[in-house]
Structure formats: C-alpha cells, structure tokens
C-alpha cells in the first residue's frame, strides 16, 4: 500500500508536489524526498531496536551518499558514574538510551505515520533519557532537534541538549559524526590538511586531528558532504581531546568523521547538573571530478 500510494501521489500530482518535499512515515522509518537543481535529495531517519529515532542516511536519485548501516550521527558517550568501576557506551548506535517523547512536525503541525506534502520544512523534536546499563540508573537526559528546510535542502541541521543527572567520569564523547560512503568521501579537507583513504581496504588508522569546526569529504563520483559543528565551544576546543577531529578509516567501503568532546586524555569529570550543548550541520555538495 505505501508503494501504490506514493506512485498515486508522484504520478498524479506531480505539478502540485514540484516545488515541494515529500514525507513518507512509518512506525519505524521515515523518509523526507525534496526536489533539489533537478535532483532528489533524500534524508532518512530509522527507529533502533531499543526505541530512539536516529538519523539514517543521506541519499541522491536513490544513491547513498553516507554509509546506511545505521551508526552514530547525533552523539554518544563511553561514561560511568563516579562510584562505577566500567564505563559502557550511551546514546547513538549503542543503546542503553530510552525514548521519553517524538514529534514529527511538517511545516509547524505535528503529523502521525503517513505521506504528507512538506511546503516549508521539516522538525523532529526528540527527548531521551541515557541510562547506564549496570544499574539502570538514568544519568542524564537529552532533548533533541532536527530540522531540513526547503530552502536548503541539502542541508540538515541538528542540536542537542544534554544534562547530566549525576557526577559523571566520561572517557570519550563525540557530539559530531559522519559516516560516509568511500565514493563520496575517501578524500578530506580538514583545516590546512588535506588526505585520503583507499578504496576497498580497511586500515582502521585515523587521520587529521585538527582543531576544526568543520570538514569536507569528497570522493572520485560527484558528490560529497560538508560536517561541522557551531563552535570550539562544542567541543571546549578540544582541551580534553587528544588531537582534534579526526577521520576514521574503519571499513572496506566506508569512513567516518568524529569532533570529539573528550578523547584519550584519561577521564573526564563531569558533576550533576552540568549542561552540554552543541550543534552541527550536515551538507550534501556537487563535486567537480
């Protein structure tokens, strides 16, 4: 049925639908489509197992650009409570994160599963709670923010904001991801650094360690991506990260950026109450090759 009904509304509609952008949402996925200098450009966005809504993949005319395993985009923690002997994994493609409430707003109303027209833009509020695994304590809580705007609709941009309920030792947290696909960004521009990986081989090294707000990823077939983050303030200009963003070679086909909040420098103490706040930005270029 969702097929038959989104090839009834593109087939017979397609003069009302020119200008616009298209939602398709289940239960479990949901699908935003938006005509962008005679291409479509499709972000997508995924349930896990464990409940919370994540960003998916970026796509052009059907080809993913990012990598669509369904990993970190938004954020994550390898943290313990103070009184805690091991830290585990919170929030992104790891779990141990509960949804607490999802609204999906089409160009300011909240709408259900379905397929809807989006004139203006698209919002995803969400708002989760982090709970360590080991006790089940919740340690922290987020509040979330998606938006894609017709305007720019290559462009997605997301902030977060995370307090942290209890004194927390934090030995790595990332507030910036992207995993993309080789084809479109074995190579990158990262402050004065510019690299690349090889294609089909996984080295798992990681490269340029910057104190960046922003990075370009391209590859050898007509697309690439921009990522980057508001501010150093993100980050705390990396004073509890050793080196500064990086790029991962972490598989055969694909790699990942990361603009770490802490990073290899031991753990990092952080108390009750404690806000940490970011956004950043997600962009889908044309390359020249």
């Given at each position: 049925?969702?097929?038959?009904?989104?090839?009834?509304?593109?087939?017979?509609?397609?003069?009302?639908?020119?200008?616009?952008?298209?939602?398709?949402?289940?239960?479990?996925?949901?699908?935003?489509?938006?005509?962008?200098?005679?291409?479509?450009?499709?972000?997508?966005?995924?349930?896990?197992?464990?409940?919370?809504?994540?960003?998916?993949?970026?796509?052009?005319?059907?080809?993913?650009?990012?990598?669509?395993?369904?990993?970190?985009?938004?954020?994550?923690?390898?943290?313990?409570?103070?009184?805690?002997?091991?830290?585990?994994?919170?929030?992104?493609?790891?779990?141990?994160?509960?949804?607490?409430?999802?609204?999906?707003?089409?160009?300011?109303?909240?709408?259900?599963?379905?397929?809807?027209?989006?004139?203006?833009?698209?919002?995803?509020?969400?708002?989760?709670?982090?709970?360590?695994?080991?006790?089940?304590?919740?340690?922290?809580?987020?509040?979330?923010?998606?938006?894609?705007?017709?305007?720019?609709?290559?462009?997605?941009?997301?902030?977060?904001?995370?307090?942290?309920?209890?004194?927390?030792?934090?030995?790595?947290?990332?507030?910036?991801?992207?995993?993309?696909?080789?084809?479109?960004?074995r190579h990158f521009e990262m402050?004065?650094?510019?690299?690349?990986?090889?294609?089909?081989?996984?080295?798992?090294?990681?490269?340029?360690?910057?104190?960046?707000?922003?990075?370009?990823?391209?590859?050898?077939?007509?697309?690439?991506?921009?990522?980057?983050?508001?501010?150093?303030?993100?980050?705390?200009?990396?004073?509890?990260?050793?080196?500064?963003?990086?790029?991962?070679?972490?598989?055969?086909?694909?790699?990942?950026?990361?603009?770490?909040?802490?990073?290899?420098?031991?753990?990092?103490?952080?108390?009750?109450d404690t806000i940490w706040q970011?956004?950043?930005?997600?962009?889908?270029?044309?390359?020249?090759?």
């Amino acid at each position: 049925m969702w097929v038959l009904s989104l090839i009834i509304i593109l087939v017979f509609s397609s003069s009302a639908y020119a200008d616009a952008g298209l939602l398709q949402k289940t239960t479990k996925n949901a699908v935003f489509h938006i005509p962008w200098e005679g291409n479509t450009i499709s972000w997508e966005f995924n349930k896990k197992d464990w409940g919370t809504w994540n960003i998916l993949t970026v796509s052009v005319n059907k080809k993913y650009i990012s990598s669509p395993t369904g990993t970190d985009w938004e954020y994550v923690y390898l943290a313990k409570p103070k009184e805690a002997v091991t830290a585990d994994w919170l929030g992104g493609n790891h779990g141990n994160e509960v949804l607490k409430t999802l609204e999906f707003i089409v160009d300011g109303q909240v709408v259900k599963d379905g397929l809807y027209k989006v004139e203006s833009n698209l919002v995803i509020k969400e708002t989760t709670d982090l709970v360590y695994p080991v006790t089940k304590e919740i340690v922290g809580s987020v509040v979330r923010h998606y938006e894609v705007n017709l305007e720019n609709p290559n462009r997605l941009d997301f902030s977060q904001k995370t307090i942290w309920h209890t004194d927390m030792d934090i030995d790595r947290a990332y507030i910036c991801m992207l995993p993309i696909d080789k084809r479109y960004g074995r190579h990158f521009e990262m402050g004065n650094i510019k690299d690349s990986f090889a294609n089909n081989v996984k080295t798992g090294n990681s490269k340029g360690w910057q104190h960046v707000t922003e990075t370009f990823l391209y590859g050898d077939n007509s697309w690439g991506m921009i990522a980057g983050i508001d501010s150093l303030d993100s980050v705390d200009q990396y004073q509890y990260s050793k080196g500064g963003a990086f790029v991962w070679d972490l598989a055969s086909d694909h790699v990942k950026l990361y603009y770490p909040r802490a990073y290899e420098m031991g753990w990092r103490s952080v108390l009750a109450d404690t806000i940490w706040q970011s956004a950043s930005y997600f962009i889908v270029v044309p390359v020249n090759n």
